[in-house]
């Protein structure tokens, strides 16, 4: 059996094995992970995206600060690449990475995934607890599951990875390698 998982990026970042961003890189892995496994992976993304899987693009406007009616109008473009993704394809599980995810409207048939991949104060507590019962939310570490709201203490947590396999092909050198996180 093969299960057709669609993930859904934040928008203002592209999505491939080589992004800057965790979430992104996290999401390209999943999508590698599901395609060497047989499944299907769809991915919601914006321009410059290079996943594995199939690719749902979508533009974002240029600029460093988007004034409050781009970030309208790149919502309206993931909505779009959503339902396009929903519309040719019949859809398991929808995983959402993005600190936007509340603001989409999804099928509630569809179980949806959310990884919560920015610490937990950055989410509006009200979006965490507004969901319908096939949301399941995801910490990115024990800490951070940890400083969730009581209610969603329950939830689980799966640590974030690396492909060692990338650092395999080093030799010798003079630098340091330092893995964390700087955000």
């Given at each position: 059996m093969?299960?057709?998982?669609?993930?859904?990026?934040?928008?203002?970042?592209?999505?491939?094995?080589a992004?800057v961003?965790?979430?992104?890189q996290?999401?390209?892995t999943?999508?590698?992970a599901?395609r060497?496994?047989?499944?299907v992976?769809?991915?919601?993304?914006?321009?410059?995206?290079?996943p594995?899987?199939?690719?749902?693009?979508?533009p974002v406007?240029?600029g460093?600060?988007?004034?409050?009616?781009?970030q309208i109008?790149?919502?309206?473009q993931?909505?779009?690449?959503?339902?396009?993704?929903?519309?040719?394809?019949h859809?398991?599980?929808i995983?959402?990475?993005?600190?936007?995810?509340?603001?989409?409207?999804l099928p509630?048939?569809?179980?949806?995934?959310v990884?919560?991949h920015?610490?937990?104060?950055w989410?509006?507590?009200?979006?965490?607890?507004?969901?319908?019962?096939?949301v399941?939310?995801?910490c990115?570490?024990e800490?951070?599951?940890?400083?969730?709201?009581?209610?969603?203490?329950n939830?689980?947590?799966?640590?974030?990875?690396?492909?060692?396999?990338?650092?395999?092909?080093?030799?010798?050198?003079d630098?340091?390698?330092?893995?964390?996180?700087?955000?």
């Amino acid at each position: 059996m093969h299960l057709t998982v669609l993930s859904v990026a934040f928008p203002f970042a592209p999505v491939s094995s080589a992004a800057v961003g965790g979430a992104e890189q996290i999401l390209s892995t999943l999508d590698c992970a599901l395609r060497r496994a047989g499944h299907v992976s769809l991915v919601v993304a914006c321009e410059g995206s290079r996943p594995a899987g199939s690719l749902f693009q979508f533009p974002v406007p240029s600029g460093e600060v988007l004034a409050e009616s781009d970030q309208i109008w790149c919502r309206n473009q993931v909505q779009r690449a959503i339902d396009r993704a929903l519309n040719s394809h019949h859809v398991d599980l929808i995983h959402m990475h993005g600190l936007d995810f509340y603001e989409y409207t999804l099928p509630a048939e569809i179980p949806v995934l959310v990884t919560l991949h920015l610490p937990i104060a950055w989410y509006p507590a009200d979006k965490l607890k507004r969901f319908h019962k096939s949301v399941y939310f995801c910490c990115v570490s024990e800490s951070q599951r940890l400083s969730c709201p009581p209610e969603l203490r329950n939830i689980f947590a799966v640590e974030n990875g690396t492909h060692l396999l990338h650092f395999e092909e080093c030799s010798k050198s003079d630098f340091a390698l330092v893995l964390g996180r700087i955000c």
